[in-house]
């Protein structure tokens, strides 16, 4: 056993300073970013937000709704290889896990020339050989796809990833809003410091990585943007809408949309007949307020990231992390520690 002493730091631990500035008004923030991915060398242009591929988030209906702002929606696994062919594939990931029947679905769409322009291979624990392998199985199958692989959220995991074939390393073990994995596992990483750390090492090898999980504000969203995310997932940000694709449940007059964890016993009993023995649930179900349209919530989190742009004098969000000077708020209590130096 040994302890890592380095304080570890979360959206909530900080604040950004701000800077001064040239800009005079929100309106000259551009957050749209380009890129040429490493792998599959293929270029994009849009806002790097993506609707996580939960269900209620990462649906047809979301797609359709983001695409139209230039952001991505990961489509949940549950989606047909048609659904897929009925919405922007510029602004949609096809998401896969790591067992048999995700690569027999790969290799047939590769077979029918319907190889998904971007794919999501998406595990609670990116750790594994076996995910490591399809990583590069899938970059072989489809080489000019764009692949985002996670989760993981440690810089030699990321590096790994990259190597094996990730245009972007999805990063966050624990974060997430309906995850209850740190409570039941006792892993996890705090957001902030994983994005800085992944961040640093899939820059170097010209990757890029996708912050997911924890932003509850779009303080939150600048925050992980700020700390060096080329895209940001969100889960509980874009659920509760019209276009969650979900039944509106009225409860003492007011309107609610069920959200909860892909992995949660709900969602095992829903999608895989329920969940198996030696599995623990590592996920919530809650009942999300309704929110409406998702139009009026992305208009209120990209002000909101067009404003910290223009607090710290970033004219593009790609400058944002360079203008960023992140303040600690919080002090980390490390007396329980103590117990073990004894
Ligand atoms: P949020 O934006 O809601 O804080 O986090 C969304 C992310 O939480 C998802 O993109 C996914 O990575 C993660 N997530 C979703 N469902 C579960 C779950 O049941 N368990 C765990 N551990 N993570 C989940």
Redesign the pocket.
């Known amino acids: 056993m040994r302890i890592e002493r380095e304080v570890k730091l979360d959206f909530k631990d900080v604040l950004i300073r701000p800077k001064r500035s040239t800009l005079t008004s929100r309106s000259e923030v551009n957050l749209n970013r380009e890129f040429t991915f490493p792998h599959s060398k293929t270029k994009w242009k849009g806002i790097p937000i993506v609707a996580?591929?939960?269900d209620g988030?990462g649906t047809l209906g979301m797609a359709k709704a983001l695409s139209k702002q230039r952001i991505m929606t990961?489509l949940h696994k549950f989606h047909t290889d048609d659904d897929y062919q009925k919405i922007n594939k510029d602004f949609a990931f096809v998401t896969f896990g790591i067992r048999e029947p995700d690569e027999a679905r790969l290799r047939s769409l590769v077979k029918k020339k319907q190889t998904p322009k971007f794919i999501c291979i998406?595990v609670?624990n990116g750790y594994t050989q076996r995910f490591v392998d399809f990583v590069k199985l899938a970059r072989n199958l489809a080489p000019d796809s764009v692949i985002m692989a996670?989760?993981v959220v440690t810089g030699e995991m990321t590096e790994q990833l990259i190597l094996s074939g990730a245009d972007i390393v999805?990063v966050?073990?624990?974060?997430?809003?309906?995850?209850?994995?740190?409570t039941?596992t006792g892993v996890g990483y705090p957001q902030l410091s994983a994005v800085i750390e992944c961040a640093d090492a899939a820059h170097g090898l010209g990757g890029l990585v996708c912050s997911?999980?924890?932003?509850?504000t779009s303080g939150d969203v600048a925050k992980a943007f700020g700390a060096g995310a080329d895209f940001v997932?969100?889960?509980?940000?874009?659920?509760g809408h019209t276009e969650s694709d979900m039944p509106i449940i009225e409860k003492d007059g007011k309107k609610f949309i069920e959200?909860?964890?892909?992995?949660?016993s709900y969602?095992m009993d829903k999608h895989s007949g329920g969940k198996a023995n030696y599995r623990a649930?590592?996920?919530?179900v809650t009942h999300m307020p309704y929110k409406g349209d998702v139009a009026s919530t992305v208009e209120e989190i990209l002000g909101g990231v067009r404003s910290t742009c223009t607090y710290v004098g970033a004219r593009r969000l790609k400058d944002l992390s360079k203008c960023t000077t992140f303040l600690r708020v919080t002090q980390q209590v490390n007396t329980s520690l103590n117990a073990y130096e004894a």
């Open positions: 996580s591929n939960m988030v990961a998406d609670a996670g989760n999805k966050g073990i624990g974060p997430g809003s309906v995850c209850i994995t740190r039941v997911d999980g924890g932003c509850v997932m969100l889960g509980s940000m874009m659920a959200f909860y964890g892909s992995s949660s969602a649930s590592e996920g919530k």
